[in-house]
């Protein structure tokens, strides 16, 4: 099996493509644009438009934005890549995967930015399940053909954005994005694409064992994102309130202990994690934004692939098995409420 080279040199102007014009999507390519890099945005529709018409725009902590992009379209028209972030939801990994092949080559490095468990998790992950696929994300496997693997480079992204109107996004964090390669240690390639992303003003921090730190961010994403849709609670409520403390108790300690099967190594305690969600304030989850606005949500890969972890050591994860389910459901009964005639109010 090949390895990630030991050396690594990008071209003299290298070609980063952003894939998904999203608000992380957008956010990361405004910034790097504006920072002279060579930048490409894959969009369509009122995006598209919009970015062609305009420009990209981001508000953030570091005040207001406005870059144009080397070239907007679809895929067939870019040239081909040689950073490419893939900024989607989850679910709609596999189409975009498929859509940006004509942008990868052998010297490609990919970096999906989606949250959950990532499909390349067994990838030289060194345990008994190594070359193995995730189900819940993967289940033929397909992605890790369309995505060569041993090009991938992990990413745990900790921003936050939203865009209230087309190619214009609004950040109030600050812009972190933790990349790692899958067989863990510090490459060449690693410190190289971080050393590109920093150049924008993104802190980019090079992770020596990736799924340490991916684990943590599951932890906080099971035990908030689902149970926020099934009460409507922010994210302050939710580590604050006892009624829905117990719940948050319960999948924690399940999450916590399929983490430690697999060897990760986290660096809070679970009252220390209880704490930090709290001070978040009353911070409406990206879960639960979309399950308002009717669109798919992302439990496949925050929940069932976390359930499916644990499983695989025969844990039992009754609690974060039964609150996915609440919110499937919850999720359900509220599209099909939508779209009943019944609701429709007489004129």
């Given at each position: 099996?090949?390895?990630?080279?030991?050396?690594?040199?990008?071209?003299?102007?290298?070609?980063?493509?952003?894939?998904?014009?999203?608000?992380?999507?957008?956010?990361?390519?405004?910034?790097?644009?504006?920072?002279?890099?060579?930048?490409?945005?894959?969009?369509?529709?009122?995006?598209?438009?919009?970015?062609?018409?305009?420009?990209?725009?981001?508000?953030?902590?570091?005040?207001?934005?406005?870059?144009?992009?080397?070239?907007?379209s679809d895929a067939q028209a870019l040239?081909?890549?040689?950073?490419?972030?893939?900024?989607?939801?989850?679910?709609?990994?596999?189409?975009?995967?498929?859509?940006?092949?004509?942008?990868?080559?052998?010297?490609?490095?990919v970096v999906p930015c989606v949250n959950?468990?990532?499909?390349?998790?067994?990838?030289?992950?060194?345990?008994?399940?190594?070359?193995?696929?995730?189900?819940?994300?993967?289940?033929?496997?397909?992605?890790?053909?369309?995505?060569?693997?041993?090009?991938?480079?992990?990413?745990?992204?900790?921003?936050?954005?939203?865009?209230?109107?087309?190619?214009?996004?609004?950040?109030?964090?600050?812009?972190?994005?933790?990349?790692?390669?899958?067989?863990?240690?510090?490459?060449?390639?690693?410190?190289?694409?971080?050393?590109?992303?920093?150049?924008?003003?993104?802190?980019?921090?090079?992770?020596?064992?990736?799924?340490?730190?991916?684990?943590?961010?599951?932890?906080?994403?099971?035990?908030?994102?689902?149970?926020?849709?099934?009460?409507?609670?922010?994210?302050?409520?939710?580590?604050?309130?006892?009624?829905?403390?117990?719940?948050?108790?319960?999948?924690?300690?399940?999450a916590m202990l399929a983490s430690s099967?697999?060897?990760?190594?986290?660096?809070?305690?679970?009252?220390?994690?209880?704490?930090?969600?709290?001070?978040?304030?009353?911070?409406?989850?990206?879960?639960?934004?979309?399950?308002?606005?009717?669109?798919?949500?992302?439990?496949?890969?925050?929940?069932?692939?976390?359930?499916?972890?644990?499983?695989?050591?025969?844990?039992?994860?009754?609690?974060?098995?039964?609150?996915?389910?609440?919110?499937?459901?919850?999720?359900?009964?509220?599209?099909?409420?939508?779209?009943?005639?019944?609701?429709?109010?007489?004129?």
């Amino acid at each position: 099996m090949s390895t990630p080279s030991d050396s690594w040199a990008w071209p003299n102007e290298p070609h980063i493509v952003v894939a998904g014009a999203g608000a992380i999507g957008c956010s990361l390519a405004t910034r790097l644009a504006a920072a002279g890099q060579r930048v490409s945005l894959l969009a369509r529709g009122a995006t598209l438009a919009a970015i062609q018409a305009q420009g990209l725009r981001l508000d953030d902590l570091d005040g207001a934005w406005q870059a144009r992009v080397h070239a907007a379209s679809d895929a067939q028209a870019l040239e081909a890549a040689d950073l490419l972030f893939l900024c989607c939801k989850s679910q709609d990994l596999p189409a975009l995967a498929a859509q940006v092949q004509p942008l990868i080559t052998p010297r490609t490095l990919v970096v999906p930015c989606v949250n959950g468990v990532p499909f390349w998790y067994f990838h030289r992950s060194g345990d008994r399940f190594e070359g193995e696929t995730v189900r819940a994300v993967d289940p033929a496997g397909r992605l890790g053909t369309l995505l060569p693997l041993e090009q991938v480079l992990g990413a745990i992204v900790f921003i936050t954005a939203e865009t209230p109107a087309p190619a214009h996004a609004v950040s109030r964090t600050p812009h972190l994005l933790m990349l790692g390669e899958p067989g863990g240690g510090i490459t060449p390639r690693l410190q190289a694409a971080c050393a590109l992303v920093a150049t924008a003003g993104i802190e980019a921090r090079p992770l020596e064992r990736i799924r340490d730190k991916l684990w943590t961010k599951l932890i906080a994403n099971i035990t908030s994102n689902p149970l926020s849709v099934v009460t409507g609670a922010t994210l302050q409520a939710i580590y604050t309130e006892p009624a829905l403390l117990a719940t948050v108790r319960q999948v924690m300690h399940e999450a916590m202990l399929a983490s430690s099967c697999y060897g990760a190594r986290l660096e809070i305690d679970p009252i220390e994690f209880l704490r930090l969600g709290a001070a978040m304030g009353p911070v409406r989850t990206s879960m639960l934004q979309d399950h308002e606005r009717g669109r798919p949500l992302e439990l496949a890969a925050i929940g069932d692939a976390v359930v499916e972890l644990g499983e695989r050591y025969a844990l039992p994860m009754a609690a974060t098995r039964a609150l996915v389910e609440q919110a499937r459901r919850r999720h359900a009964r509220g599209t099909a409420e939508e779209r009943s005639p019944s609701l429709a109010i007489p004129a």
